[in-house]
């Protein structure tokens, strides 16, 4: 009895922090269905297992975006995934915050992709992965851009607005220049929080920022560093996300944000232990699969290699077979890789007359 009684008054307390407590608690979640009809589903949102990182592929009504992609040594997975899912241009790439597990494999996916736009938060701290990025995106001619808080961009039918930051803002960790993203298509809504940590959870709650959401990608891999009790009421999901790497060296995700959601009674989906989940939306309900269980899915779409198939020298214009002796000579940073044969005739690259790819 004593413990109910601590529980109801800390869910006063909480409550008592977040403006007016204006949310319904309990009261706004859309039922998680596993029986939507293909032809209804107007979002889904791929978090493709890149081990200990953030992916996540946006795609409505045959549009796409991609919020980052994990560590470069992650690459051929992102690219492979996309591939395999019917991607051939991208809207938006956004690069949440410029830390290798989410930035990493960016710079090829420019490269393998044509891409409209490429946004990144505005901050000092840039890193050398970073600037790679930055270096495909001249390469490639995309457009970079710093969003505002508040922006919206039209994705298909959906629409992605930037919660944080803003381009004011001035933080000691770079985790909290993350682009915080609300995705919306009819009633119901993702909210992707990069690494963002307490701070600018407590900067979303004090602005009493629209953050209520169906999905919660838990910030920073599940890390204690936020996701808190009072900002996980306030979102007041149906079910979370958590993007982490098996047996990682961080211990993510951390034992109090699993606390924290449990108390909620929220279900929880985690990369490391399903792989890749998939979440689909009709505008009113949503499905939470894994990729595994997403087979009907994957069926109906191409079927392409798992590793590139060429690899092109950005100097010579030329492509090759991916065991051409001439690929030992091409240096790291001038290689491009391709999937197909298709892909490289496109952007311009002639086939090497020795391994004739």
């Known amino acids: ?37 293909a032809d209804e589903i107007g979002l889904r949102a791929h978090f493709i297992d890149v081990g200990q990182g953030d992916c996540i592929l946006l795609e409505s009504e045959g549009r796409f975006a991609l919020v980052d992609a994990g560590e470069y040594s992650e690459k051929d997975t992102v690219v492979s995934y996309l591939c395999s899912m019917g991607v051939d241009s991208i809207d938006y790439v956004i690069s949440t915050h410029p830390h290798s597990d989410h930035c990493g494999s960016l710079s090829e996916v420019i490269r393998n992709f044509d891409c409209d736009m ?23 001619g995309v457009q970079v851009h710093s969003p505002d808080k508040g922006d919206t961009y039209t994705l298909g039918s959906s629409s992605i607005t930037i919660l944080s930051p803003d381009k004011n803002s ?135 290699p798992s590793t590139p198939l060429y690899i092109g020298n950005r100097n010579t214009k030329v492509f090759h077979n991916i065991d051409c002796t001439s690929t030992e000579n091409i240096k790291t940073k001038n290689q491009i890789e391709f999937f197909t044969r298709e892909k490289a005739v496109e952007y311009g690259y002639s086939p090497c007359k020795a391994c004739n790819p």
């Open 1 to 37: 009895m004593k413990k109910l009684i601590a529980f109801l008054v800390l869910i006063i307390i909480l409550c008592s922090t977040i403006t007016a407590c204006d949310f319904p608690l309990f009261g706004n979640r859309h039922i998680i269905k596993s029986d939507l009809l």
């Open 118 to 140: 490429l946004m990144t938060p505005e901050t000092n701290n840039d890193s050398q992965v970073f600037d790679y990025v930055l270096d495909a995106a001249d390469e490639r």
């Open 170 to 304: 001035v933080y000691s960790s770079l985790n909290d220049y993350s682009l915080v993203c609300k995705v919306q298509y009819g009633n119901t809504s993702l909210l992707l929080t990069g690494d963002a940590e307490k701070v600018v959870e407590d900067e979303l709650l004090r602005e009493g920022a629209d953050i209520k959401a169906d999905v919660l990608k838990c910030g920073h891999h599940g890390s204690s560093t936020g996701n808190t009790l009072p900002f996980i009421m306030a979102v007041n999901p149906a079910a979370a996300i958590i993007t982490c790497g098996k047996d990682n060296d961080y211990g993510h995700p951390h034992k109090e944000t699993l606390e924290n959601l449990g108390i909620l009674d929220i279900p929880i989906w985690r990369t490391d232990e399903s792989s890749t989940i998939i979440i689909m939306s009709d505008g009113e309900n949503i499905s939470i699969q894994s990729a595994a269980e997403s087979e009907s899915l994957l069926e109906t779409l191409p079927s392409l």
